[in-house]
């Protein structure tokens, strides 16, 4: 049974930095690429970023941009969300992914369908 635990998650100060992580079991966490996702009340699931099996490539919206930066390491079955300058506008629940899914296009790991299983989610409040 594939499990994801994220955790790093708590109320901050708008301009404060956090770092999420997620720790993966029941399959080879190395095979597969991940992803982050946010959903803030009243809305969508939104993209934030994911890194492909290897860590060798990264993908991010157009939009935030700069903020969020994304790695792994396969040795810890763990990825990471590293946001810098948080803003109130960042509060969410932050949710990771594994995705089974061999991408190469620019586009890649941006939309929820591509993803089979997910998180918990990790609550980020981010207060002015």
């Known amino acids: 049974q594939v499990q994801l635990v994220e955790s790093g998650g708590g109320l901050v100060q708008a301009g404060d930095s956090l770092r999420l992580s997620c720790t993966a079991s029941g399959r080879t966490f190395s095979n597969y690429a991940m992803g982050w996702f946010r959903q803030a009340p009243g809305k969508e699931r939104e993209f934030v970023a994911a890194?492909?099996?290897?860590?060798?490539?990264?993908f991010y919206p157009n939009s935030p941009k700069g903020r969020f930066t994304i790695s792994r390491d396969n040795a810890k079955n763990t990825v990471y969300l590293q946001i810098d300058s948080l803003k109130p506008e960042d509060t969410a629940v932050y949710f990771c992914?594994?995705?089974?899914?061999?991408?190469?296009?620019?586009?890649?790991?941006?939309?929820?369908?591509?993803?089979?299983?997910w998180g918990q989610g990790t609550q980020v409040t981010v207060s002015s």
């Open positions: 890194v492909t099996w290897s860590g060798g490539r990264t």
């Open positions: 992914s594994t995705s089974g899914t061999r991408c190469s296009g620019d586009g890649c790991y941006q939309e929820q369908y591509e993803y089979d299983y």
